[in-house]
């Protein structure tokens, strides 16, 4: 069985702050390794992935994560926030291996900028 | 492209009828999944098809529920005598067999059972 602990219900920031969302996984198996983004009133939305190969993904908005095996997490991290990255952010896991790749998600991370 | 579409997008129903959601993924996308949201939660997952075939279903997904993707296209979601507790927004996502492992999920039906 894998799980995904989220450690923040709710991070406020002001804008142009930096801002780490944290994610924590479990799993017995090899993983690959998301997070979502949901507007407010939209649906997910994939923000970046890790499958294999370097340790550290961005996405085209700023974002970026570090997948770390040893302490399985997958913090997800911006320098400088807009007031349009206010989002829930939900970090999510599925196995690397078989044919089911059904998604894990965390609880999420309410992301409110601040002007 | 057109994304995933779900339909309908609310539904508000009384306890123990039945209710219908459907599904249309993307076109070329044969893996389809469903997802269940409720407040304070992320998704959780019920069930998975790999074109027709329902391959694998969540002990969440009690014997009320049942799910049907004829001819490996648009898929639907039913829910026979509903309880409060299936108040809730349900999501389908869809992928392509192999390779990118991303999954797009559409804006999701959000039921509510009175």
């Known amino acids: 069985a894998q799980s995904v602990t989220q450690l923040d219900s709710q991070v406020p920031v002001f804008e142009e702050a930096p801002v780490e969302l944290r994610c924590n996984y479990s799993?017995?198996?090899?993983?690959?390794l998301f997070w979502y983004v949901q507007y407010p009133n939209q649906g997910l939305q994939l923000l970046l992935k890790?499958?294999?190969?370097?340790?550290l993904v961005e996405s085209i908005n700023g974002f970026e994560a570090e997948f770390n095996k040893s302490q399985t997490s997958f913090h997800l991290r911006k320098p400088s926030v807009h007031i349009s990255d206010t989002a829930e952010y939900f970090c999510?896991?599925?196995?690397?291996?078989?044919?089911?790749?059904?998604?894990?998600f965390g609880k999420g991370t309410l992301l409110t900028v601040n002007p | 492209d057109t994304g995933v579409s779900q339909n309908p997008r609310h539904k508000i129903t009384k306890r123990g009828q039945n209710v219908t959601f459907r599904c249309d993924p993307i076109?070329?996308?044969?893996?389809l999944y469903w997802y269940r949201q409720t407040l304070g939660q992320g998704p959780e997952f019920l069930t998975y098809?790999?074109?027709?075939?329902?391959?694998?279903k969540s002990r969440l997904l009690s014997d009320r529920f049942s799910a049907e993707r004829p001819k490996g296209s648009f898929s639907t979601l039913e829910i026979q005598r509903t309880e409060q507790g299936d108040s809730a927004m349900y999501l389908c996502?869809?992928?392509?067999?192999?390779?990118?492992?991303?999954?797009?999920f559409g804006p999701g039906t959000r039921l509510t059972v009175t």
């Open positions: 076109s070329e996308h044969n893996r």
């Open positions: 799993s017995s198996v090899s993983v690959y």
């Open positions: 996502a869809s992928s392509l067999t192999s390779g990118r492992h991303e999954q797009y």
């Open positions: 098809f790999q074109n027709e075939a329902q391959l694998e």
């Open positions: 999510a896991v599925s196995n690397s291996g078989g044919s089911n790749y059904k998604l894990t």
């Open positions: 890790y499958l294999s190969g370097s340790t």
